[in-house]
C-alpha cells in the first residue's frame, strides 16, 4: 500500500459527460502528479500540483483541469467526455517538488460508451 | 526531449529463468532512473532507482545498475517466480520535471 488513494475504482459513463476523479496523497506529501495510461499512448504525464499551485503541465487537454485543496488533496476533472478518454488514470505524490520518488494509487478505470 | 527506450514486450520465461529487460535514455544532465512494477489490476509501485552514474539499485531480488556511458539501466533477476508476471517500466526524472515513462515490458513466468 502506498499511502495514496483514489476514488472512485471504476467509472462508466457517456460521451459528453462530465466526471470528477479525486486523490489524497500520502500524509505529509506536497506535490501531486496526474498520469493518463492508456493502451496507445502509454504512461502520460498530465499535470502537478504542489502545495495548492500548478507546477507543470503536460499532454493535459483543454477538455480536462484540476486542482489542489487546501487540505493537499487533488481533483481531475474531465469534460465533454470523448471516447478516446477511456484510460486509467493515476494519482502520485512525493514529499516535495524535486523529490526523486513519486507513490502512485490504485488509478481510476475510466470507460466512457 | 527527454525519453525512455524499453525492450518490446511480451516476455515469456520459466520459472528460475534469468531476467534482463533492457532500458536505454536520452536525457540533457543527469537524470534519476527508476523501474516501477505493475501488477495486475493495481497501480505501479517503485521497484528500484538509481540516482547517479555506476549506482547500483537493488529490490526483491531485482538489480539494476546506472551506466552513463551507454546510456542505459538494464533490468536483471536471477531467478524469476510466477509471482513476478507484472509489467515493468522504466522511467528517469530530472530536477523539477515529473516522470518520463518507457512503454513498459509485460514480463509472464510460466511454472
Known amino acids: 500500500d502506498s499511502g495514496v488513494t483514489q476514488t472512485p475504482k471504476h467509472l462508466i459513463t457517456a460521451t459528453g459527460q462530465r466526471v470528477t476523479l479525486r486523490c489524497s496523497p500520502r500524509?505529509?506529501?506536497?506535490?501531486v502528479y496526474w498520469y493518463q495510461q492508456s493502451l496507445d499512448q502509454g504512461l502520460q504525464f498530465l499535470i502537478q500540483?504542489?502545495?495548492?499551485?500548478?507546477?507543470a503541465k503536460g499532454n493535459i487537454l483543454e477538455r480536462f483541469s484540476a486542482q489542489q485543496f487546501p487540505d493537499l488533496h487533488s481533483e481531475l476533472n474531465l469534460s465533454s467526455l470523448e471516447l478516446g478518454d477511456s484510460a486509467l488514470y493515476f494519482c502520485?505524490?512525493?514529499?516535495?517538488?524535486?523529490?526523486?520518488?513519486?507513490?502512485f494509487g490504485p488509478g481510476t478505470r475510466l470507460t466512457v460508451l | 526531449g527527454d525519453s525512455v527506450t524499453q525492450m518490446e514486450g511480451p516476455v515469456t520465461l520459466s520459472e528460475e529463468a534469468f531476467l534482463t529487460i533492457n532500458c536505454t535514455y536520452t536525457?540533457?544532465?543527469?537524470?534519476?532512473l527508476f523501474w516501477y512494477v505493475q501488477y495486475p489490476g493495481e497501480g505501479l509501485q517503485l521497484l528500484l532507482k538509481?540516482?547517479?552514474?555506476?549506482d547500483k539499485g537493488s529490490n526483491k531480488g531485482f538489480e539494476a545498475t546506472y551506466r552513463k556511458e551507454t546510456t542505459s539501466f538494464h533490468l536483471e533477476k536471477g531467478s524469476v517466480q510466477v509471482s513476478d508476471s507484472a509489467v515493468y517500466f522504466c522511467?528517469?526524472?530530472?530536477?523539477?520535471?515529473?516522470?518520463?515513462f518507457g512503454k513498459g515490458t509485460r514480463l509472464s513466468v510460466i511454472a
Open positions: 502520485a505524490s512525493s514529499a516535495r517538488v524535486g523529490t526523486d520518488t513519486q507513490y
Open positions: 500524509s505529509g506529501d506536497l506535490s
Open positions: 500540483y504542489y502545495n495548492g499551485e500548478e507546477r
Open positions: 536525457a540533457t544532465g543527469y537524470p534519476s
Open positions: 538509481a540516482t547517479k552514474a555506476d
Open positions: 522511467a528517469l526524472k530530472k530536477g523539477n520535471t515529473p516522470l518520463v
